[in-house]
Structures are given as structure tokens and as C-alpha cells.
């Protein structure tokens, strides 16, 4: 069974980032460690429900903060991070307003697609 827990070591002043999915069935996927296990197995599933995870934690401008993990943009306009050699995870990010005292507002990200090793979900 599925028992890592997230790491926030390196976003102590990052605001929290609103994490959604394209798909119902991506989301129940990626929300499950058992789910995420029996797919790609611990170590892989283990990665995944990491970086989501991390995602989570951090805000659009600590992205290229997240350890192990190169951040790119695509032509879509979709950002994709790469973790390890394995694991790609593509999304559109979308930052909030420059916060004000009264705002509560955090960037967003909607997870398009989980790319491991040749496999894609959607």
C-alpha cells in the first residue's frame, strides 16, 4: 500500500496552489496511492502522487523550485514537468492576481495529461 507523504520543505512562503484535472477519471487516479500504485507500481506511483502533491503546496513562480523536476512550456501554452526520467505531467497554470490584504485568491492548475514511460492518461 501507498504510504509517502508529501514533502513541503522548500515552499515555507509559497501560497498554496488550487490543483484540478481535465478528466474525472484522471482525478480519480491521481487522488488514489492505491490507484496510482497498481498502474505504474510504488516507486513510479510513489513520484507521481509526490509532484501533485508538491504542486499543491506551491505557488506558479516556485515551479522551477520543485526538487528534481525540469519545468517547460509548450506551443499550447501548457506547462509540462518533468520528473526524473519517467514522469511528465502536463497542465495549464493559471496565476491569481498579485495578492492583496483582502484577497484569497491562489493560482491554479488544471492537470491535463500524466505521461509515464510511454503510457498517458488523460
Do not use: H
Request: charge should be negative; charged fraction near 25%; aromatic fraction near 4%.
Amino acid at each position: 500500500m501507498y504510504t509517502k507523504t508529501c514533502t513541503y520543505e522548500v515552499y515555507e512562503l509559497a501560497l498554496p496552489m488550487d490543483v484540478t484535472f481535465r478528466s474525472a477519471e484522471l482525478a480519480r487516479l491521481c487522488n488514489s496511492g492505491e490507484l496510482l500504485t497498481q498502474r505504474w507500481g510504488a516507486t513510479v506511483g510513489c513520484i507521481v502522487a509526490r509532484r501533485l502533491c508538491d504542486l499543491a503546496a506551491i505557488d506558479a513562480e516556485a515551479l522551477d523550485r520543485l526538487p528534481g523536476t525540469r519545468v517547460g512550456t509548450l506551443g499550447s501554452g501548457q506547462t509540462e514537468l518533468s520528473c526524473g526520467r519517467d514522469v511528465v505531467i502536463r497542465g495549464v497554470v493559471t496565476p491569481a492576481p498579485r495578492p492583496t490584504a483582502s484577497s484569497t485568491e491562489t493560482d491554479q492548475i488544471v492537470i491535463t495529461s500524466v505521461d509515464v514511460e510511454g503510457t498517458e492518461d488523460r
